[in-house]
């Protein structure tokens, strides 16, 4: 059972289209993130949503949406893509209180071309 | 702005030797600290932590060093096996951070049979 599974794990577009990755976990967890991949390997935040809340919104440019229907499901859409946001976009969840274990998606690698 | 840094890129380490991994943080108010390992086409997955009240954490072959004065932390690996090659990131949290986690750019762990 893929604890949290995100899709598609690739995505390969052309500049200026809209695009969404869905992401789901099934561990009942409270809180889902989406952090990003960049270039230099670093993974920094971009969103975190509690029970459908957006508790961080990193500086971001508005062309991402995140989309929380419920608190199994976090959703990134991305509208107008450009060249740099060509990255691996990875899903998390874990629990608000108690570890701070996220458990990861296996990521989605975006390519604007 | 690299709050958390892992400047060794990669490290390549006998079979049965131990591995060392380091990392240094700059932000005084990260107060956990976790180690996560990654294999390629996967997401990240939690290895081990550490919270700032403690200097050493031990789960098996893993062992999790923390000098607060040093703003340092370090992950042995002892002894290393071929299956512990992967990227290895730092991470670190703040209190009241809503589980943010600010991630190292992360270190290629090879093990050399």
């Known amino acids: 059972d893929t604890a949290v599974s995100q899709t598609p794990k690739y995505l390969v577009t052309q500049m200026g289209n809209d695009k969404s990755i869905k992401c789901e976990q099934n561990?009942?967890?409270?809180?889902m993130y989406w952090y990003k991949q960049d270039s230099k390997k670093f993974l920094k935040i971009m969103f975190s949503y509690n029970n459908k809340e957006l508790i961080i919104n990193e500086t971001v440019p508005n062309r991402f949406s995140p989309k929380s229907p419920d608190k199994a499901h976090l959703n990134l859409h991305i509208n107008s893509l450009e060249l740099g946001d060509s990255a691996v976009y990875f899903c998390?969840?874990?629990?608000?209180?108690?570890?701070?274990?996220?458990?990861f998606g296996s990521g989605t690698r975006l390519t604007v071309v | 702005d690299q709050q958390v840094k892992q400047n060794s890129p990669s490290l390549s380490v006998q079979e049965g030797r131990i591995s060392i991994l380091n990392c240094d943080y700059t932000?005084?108010?990260?107060?956990?600290f976790l180690w996560y390992k990654k294999y390629p086409a996967e997401g990240p997955t939690f290895l081990i932590s550490?919270?700032?009240?403690?200097d050493k954490n031990e789960d098996g072959r893993f062992t999790v060093f923390l000098n607060k004065s040093a703003k340092h932390l370090s992950l042995h690996i002892v002894p290393s096996q071929p299956g512990d090659s992967a990227v290895y990131f730092c991470a670190a949290s703040a209190n009241g951070s809503a589980r943010q986690l600010t991630f190292g750019s992360g270190t290629q762990l090879t093990v050399l049979p």
């Open positions: 998390a969840s874990s629990f608000l209180q108690g570890g701070y274990g996220y458990t």
């Open positions: 550490i919270s700032s009240i403690k």
């Open positions: 932000n005084s108010m990260f107060d956990y």
């Open positions: 561990l009942g967890h409270d809180t």
